[in-house]
């Protein structure tokens, strides 16, 4: 295992796992651990050995969220954080949701606001029972910027979408989980099993069909269904195993 400034980074059996590392901080993220977070991210998907990034923390924390501290002198406008932030934020954000390889986010703990976001952005989200999580934007006068309007609707729906920004309150993994917003929640014990469980199931399936879902199921994000349907119906992927798996059979 290596680290990398505030992340570790273990790549074993076709799944790269990126943790932040900040435990005594509870992993607050800083605008430098955003810029390793995307490069460590860039580099799992351009190896083709690799065919899933898990992003978790260590200790009580999948992350608090920004850490303003980091920001030294330098007051959010309007509400924004600022560019330092932003800029990696976005490109990490956008690089989850839409490369080829599939993206996990193993919330093991706390998981505020920007770590949301990033988890958010994440194909899929497995919580722990005891997790903690919340969108305090509007506690601390802050307003998105890394994704969360946009894709907490689309997780949860539009009304608990609302809810859950308006109060700023904190909710469990159990209640993630029943939300859609996770696809799956188990004790933390179990947490890691898991995810390795779940890794395990989509290793063993086709590299070009994971990459089309991925391109499909956002086309339906952007699209309505009668374009959905003509966008799944019109579009050509590179799979080239179909024969050798068929044959198997």
């Given at each position: 295992?290596?680290?990398?400034?505030e992340?570790?980074?273990?790549?074993?059996?076709?799944?790269?796992?990126?943790?932040?590392?900040?435990?005594?901080?509870?992993?607050?993220?800083?605008?430098?651990?955003?810029?390793?977070?995307?490069?460590?991210?860039?580099?799992?998907?351009?190896?083709?050995?690799?065919?899933?990034?898990?992003?978790?923390?260590?200790?009580?924390?999948?992350?608090?969220?920004?850490?303003?501290?980091?920001?030294?002198?330098?007051?959010?406008?309007?509400?924004?954080?600022?560019?330092?932030?932003?800029?990696?934020?976005?490109?990490?954000?956008?690089?989850?949701?839409?490369?080829?390889?599939?993206?996990?986010?193993?919330?093991n703990?706390?998981?505020?606001?920007?770590?949301?976001?990033i988890a958010?952005?994440?194909?899929?989200?497995?919580?722990?029972?005891?997790?903690?999580?919340?969108?305090?934007?509007?506690?601390?006068?802050?307003?998105?910027?890394?994704g969360?309007?946009?894709?907490?609707?689309?997780a949860?729906?539009?009304?608990?979408?609302?809810e859950l920004?308006?109060?700023?309150?904190?909710?469990?993994?159990?209640?993630?989980?029943?939300?859609?917003?996770?696809?799956?929640?188990?004790?933390?014990?179990?947490?890691?099993?898991?995810?390795?469980?779940?890794?395990?199931?989509?290793?063993?399936?086709?590299t070009?069909?994971?990459?089309?879902?991925?391109?499909?199921?956002?086309?339906?994000d952007?699209?309505?269904?009668?374009?959905?349907?003509?966008?799944?119906?019109?579009?050509?992927?590179?799979i080239?195993?179909?024969?050798?798996?068929?044959?198997?059979?």
């Amino acid at each position: 295992m290596s680290e990398e400034a505030e992340l570790l980074v273990d790549s074993a059996n076709g799944v790269t796992t990126i943790t932040f590392n900040r435990p005594d901080a509870l992993n607050a993220i800083t605008p430098t651990m955003l810029e390793a977070l995307d490069e460590a991210v860039a580099a799992a998907d351009a190896d083709p050995e690799q065919r899933i990034v898990v992003l978790t923390g260590t200790g009580r924390a999948f992350s608090a969220g920004v850490d303003l501290k980091a920001l030294g002198q330098t007051s959010p406008a309007n509400g924004v954080v600022g560019t330092s932030l932003d800029e990696p934020a976005r490109r990490l954000t956008h690089r989850l949701s839409t490369m080829p390889t599939v993206s996990i986010a193993k919330v093991n703990g706390f998981c505020f606001t920007g770590a949301l976001e990033i988890a958010l952005a994440c194909d899929l989200m497995v919580v722990a029972n005891e997790a903690k999580l919340g969108d305090t934007h509007a506690k601390f006068a802050l307003r998105p910027t890394w994704g969360m309007s946009q894709r907490l609707p689309r997780a949860v729906g539009p009304a608990k979408a609302r809810e859950l920004s308006f109060t700023a309150r904190t909710f469990t993994g159990v209640e993630a989980q029943q939300m859609g917003m996770a696809c799956r929640a188990v004790p933390a014990a179990d947490l890691d099993a898991e995810v390795a469980g779940l890794a395990e199931q989509i290793v063993a399936n086709s590299t070009g069909s994971l990459a089309a879902y991925k391109d499909l199921y956002d086309a339906s994000d952007r699209l309505g269904l009668h374009e959905g349907l003509a966008y799944e119906y019109g579009h050509d992927y590179p799979i080239t195993d179909t024969a050798e798996r068929l044959a198997e059979f």
